[in-house]
């Protein structure tokens, strides 16, 4: 059975937004700005979970952005991630940026990701894809969470968690410094 992973980067006040500012945030860019020199740590970290993982699960804008960025893209992270299949959520995509090894999953999210663990063996990562991000955590389908802390309050923007119609224990799992200033925690959902 598969096991969900979100795998994310965020702000100290919980802000995922606009990471890279490309996005015409005012408050973008805080992922160079603040973990400029703790990069190296990070992207040895991200690698190894890649390398780890079976499947990734993305929706549809973050299919478009990873895509744009990792396709052209060599070396052990970015064939990792070009390589293994990928399973984009969406109602309206018909071909999937990131095409190779991409199937859609469309209808009920909740019936077809509950199919996808059946089937995968192995970690399923989620990156980015808050909107799908926040309806697994809501319906029980995510089973770990691993969040990569910079160390910056930017006051506002759209976080990583949303109002849920109950409460979502989880269990500290691991936490490490990587670099000098960022910080990975994981924690498991306690069902």
Known sequence: MGKIVISTNVTLDGVVQDPDGKEDFDRGGWFTEFGNKD??????LETQEALEAEAL????RSDEWFASRWMSREGVWADRLNSMPKYIVSGTLEQPRWNRNATVLRGDVVKEISELKQKVTGEILVYASYQLG????EHDLADELRLTTYPVVLGGGARLFGDFPSRKPA?????RALGEGLVFYAYAFVR
């Not at 990069?39 to 040895?44: G, L, S």
């Open 171 to 175: 269990r500290l799992i691991d936490v």
């Open 134 to 137: 926040r309806a697994l955590i």
């Open 39 to 44: 990069i190296p740590a990070w992207a040895e």
């Open 57 to 60: 699960l993305l929706g549809r």
